[in-house]
């Protein structure tokens, strides 16, 4: 990476830019050519011809200097490698089966040929065809350059039988002439020239192990377009890791490649006085934009993603499918959603905090034009886990960090901005889209402390244990009194039986005689009590296995019906995720068939903020400002504390006799989210590192931004309306046994 390279490589597109610009200012001495119309593409393109191209191996690096480093010959951005791209080229217009034994390559598991989709498309008798592209790409990874004077980057190594060869030189002729002298023997030695991939310091920023990409282009419906675009996209495995210091490398890379635009400076040329005057050039008739459509089929999407103050975040989704297209909109959908977090208990662990099973997210456009369009969600379940001591809200901190630090970054290195977008200002209202999300069923838990569920199984299974055991314990008294006593008697066991006036003050009221306990034993009474002793244990530690087995049966059916039967593939993420917790939930709050509605609201905002807000000044200005109505329709509800026997909150479901369509319970309210513009003394500053100290260099200087945040309370105005429907009794439980675990339900809210 030598900087005057890329000056004389900017000079030179520049000098032909302007070239290029100046020929075109000169006066026409004949008349335009007049434009033809355009024509579909499958009419243009060359035909009945088959394009292979395969590269073995391909490395591309971008960088440049990094304005925010003291050192002017470091380079920072980004390098790409793959192992192979295949890329093939057809347009038939007829069927073609010969040359190729279509069976053949099937049985050796080698690629399908392009010519047996393209048989696809030709029809007999029929003109329709079809171009198609094909992309087959293995071994993509893009790594993050930090310093390219020091970066290895992707070499080829040789090596022969027996004999390994060192890397040295410049990575760009790095083992060029041992290549040529190898190959040159090759018939006398067996040598392998085999791709080694050297990574970066810090870990790779995109890995794709193999990805196919295949554009068919079509003939599109009269009155629409000229051409009809299709892009299909298949993966196995996608893998992004970002984090600020690689976002802000991939942006150097970007303001690199802007750099070498050449910046055209055409100059007038004065026509000849002498030349006729010529009409004016026509404009070429506008070619119009094809209908495309998107299918993308990737099995496993991983994402790590560390926010500011090293918060790491994980994301996974399974079998996701995307589709998009002018009729549909947006579609994608997804058997798994997966967000976890680091385990603040157990160290190097990942603890999962959001799950939805079974997802299908829409975005398409308002057929009423009241909105800019609705973004719809559904999924059979969903659960939101905050884990015993997770701080969850850092995460929603953190991400508002690093959102505000890349609009910065990007006006700087994108827009070519230099001054500062990220002090608080007035706002407008907000304009939201329609949302509209239905969840069969939505769960919100939040993780008790392990000791304390512990001591709550104790409590609730030890005291019927307890008192078991008192009772074995007067029994056994009072079996040592017995013998104590037929002892003291010569050995000799009285009996009652033929004592009438004992028989008698043994009876009780209802005629039944207590038991009459003999003196008569085998074993010792040290041996007796010591196996005694031995039994409460057993027997203690039996009931609190069957006390934490069943309290973990209960546990599981909520798993299998948040989950589903089966839970398959947590096992095989890249990450190690802890099991599902087996023990009741510090709070946990369920709902059935949920549908969350916000639409736009019918209602002027500052009327309605001085109406609720109690006086509050039409001219206030805010921050931040988000008017919306919403709907919450439920079929049941419950929130449960512990595993206590009542509930928190019950509100019961619709008889099936009695159903009508409507919801159990609903609410309505018309919401505002504000918060009010403060003074200078109401913002606080919250420094992100972007470039960490250990990427700095030698002598460099760590990079941060300084983020602006508005220290104002978020005040949320709204006039809720809440029906419910059931004819069941609503049950609202509270007492002071539970009050200990509210108090810590609260200190979790805050």
Not at 20 to 36: D, F
Not at 721 to 743: D, E, F, K, Y
């Amino acid at each position: 990476f030598r900087r005057v390279l890329f000056r004389s490589l900017r000079d030179f597109l520049e000098s032909h830019a302007s070239a290029t610009a100046t020929s075109t200012l000169r006066a026409p001495t004949s008349l335009p050519h007049p434009h033809l119309a355009p024509r579909p593409l499958v009419e243009t393109l060359p035909a009945e011809i088959a394009v292979y191209v395969a590269v073995a191996s391909l490395d591309l690096r971008v960088a440049g200097s990094d304005p925010k480093n003291n050192d002017v010959l470091a380079c920072r951005g980004i390098a790409a490698h793959s192992d192979s791209i295949v890329v093939e080229y057809l347009l038939q217009h007829s069927v073609h089966t010969e040359g190729v034994n279509f069976p053949g390559r099937a049985s050796l598991t080698l690629r399908e040929d392009i010519r047996v989709e393209a048989n696809a498309h030709v029809e007999e008798g029929d003109v329709q065809c079809a171009v198609l592209v094909k992309l087959a790409v293995k071994g993509l990874h893009i790594d993050p350059v930090v310093d390219a004077r020091i970066s290895k980057g992707h070499t080829r190594r040789t090596s022969t039988m027996g004999r390994t060869e060192d890397d040295g030189g410049d990575w760009e002729l790095k083992n060029r002439a041992e290549i040529v002298s190898e190959s040159k023997h090759r018939r006398k030695h067996s040598v392998s020239i085999v791709p080694l991939r050297k990574k970066e310091a810090s870990a790779g920023l995109v890995a794709i192990p193999e990805i196919d990409v295949r554009l068919t282009v079509v003939r599109a419906p009269p009155c629409e377009a000229l051409d009809a675009v299709t892009v299909a996209v298949e993966a196995a495995t996608l893998s992004f890791k970002l984090e600020l210091f690689s976002i802000y490398l991939v942006l150097v890379a970007i303001a690199t490649v802007k750099s070498l635009k050449p910046q055209a400076r055409p100059t007038s040329v004065p026509t000849s006085p002498t030349l006729d005057e010529t009409p004016p050039a026509t404009e070429a008739p506008k070619r119009p934009a094809p209908v495309v459509s998107v299918r993308a089929d990737v099995a496993d999407l991983h994402l790590f993603l560390t926010l500011p103050h090293d918060v790491p975040l994980y994301i996974h989704t399974r079998r996701l499918r995307v589709q998009v297209a002018p009729a549909i909109g947006t579609i994608a959908e997804s058997d798994m959603l997966l967000l976890a977090g680091m385990s603040p208990t157990v160290r190097g662990q990942w603890d999962d905090i959001v799950r939805l099973r079974i997802m299908t997210m829409t975005i398409q456009p308002d057929a009423s034009g009241a909105h800019a369009f609705v973004l719809g969600l559904a999924a059979d379940s969903a659960r939101l886990r905050i884990p015993f001591r997770y701080v969850f809200s850092q995460i929603i901190d953190n991400a508002v960090n690093l959102v505000k630090a890349l609009k910065q970054l990007i006006h700087q290195h994108i827009k070519g901005g230099l001054d500062w977008i990220l002090e608080p200002e007035v706002e407008q209202a907000k304009q939201l889209p329609k949302i509209d999300l239905n969840i069969k069923m939505f769960a919100v838990e939040v993780q008790d402390d392990p000791f304390e569920t512990r001591l709550n199984i104790i409590w609730r299974a030890g005291y019927e244990e307890q008192l078991a055991r008192l009772e074995r314990a007067a029994a056994f008294e009072l079996k040592v009194d017995a013998i104590h006593k037929m002892d003291a008697q010569g050995g000799e066991d009285e009996s009652d039986e033929d004592d009438p006036e004992h028989a008698a003050a043994g009876a009780t009221a209802g005629g039944a005689r207590k038991p009459k306990i003999s003196g008569k034993h085998t074993i010792p009474i040290a041996e007796a009590r010591k196996d005694l002793q031995a039994y409460d244990s057993s027997h203690w530690v039996k009931r609190m296995r069957n006390a934490i087995a069943e309290q973990g049966r209960r546990e599981e059916a909520n798993t299998r019906r948040l989950y589903g039967a089966r839970r398959i593939g947590d096992n095989k993420l890249p990450i190690d995720l802890l099991a599902t917790s087996r023990s009741a939930p510090l709070a946990r709050a369920m709902f059935w068939d949920l549908r969350f509605v916000v639409t736009k609201p019918a209602f002027p905002v500052a009327d309605f903020l001085h109406d609720v807000g109690k006086g509050l000044p039409r001219e206030t200005q805010f921050t931040l400002l988000v008017p919306l109505h919403f709907s919450w329709k439920m079929d049941q509800a419950r929130v449960q504390l512990r595993d206590y026997p009542l509930p928190l909150l019950h509100v019961p479901p619709m008889p099936t006799d009695r159903g009508d369509g409507h919801a159990t319970c609903e609410c309505e309210a018309d919401l505002v989210i504000a918060e009010e513009l403060g003074g200078h003394d109401a913002v606080r500053r919250v420094p992100c590192v972007v470039v960490p100290a250990r990427h700095t260099g030698h002598g460099g200087a760590l990079y941060s931004i300084v983020v602006p945040r508005s220290a104002m309370t978020v005040k949320t105005y709204a006039t809720p309306t809440i029906t419910i429907r059931s004819p069941l009794g609503t049950r609202i439980g509270w007492g002071n046994s539970i009050q200990p675990a509210i108090q810590d339900v609260t200190k979790v809210l805050d």
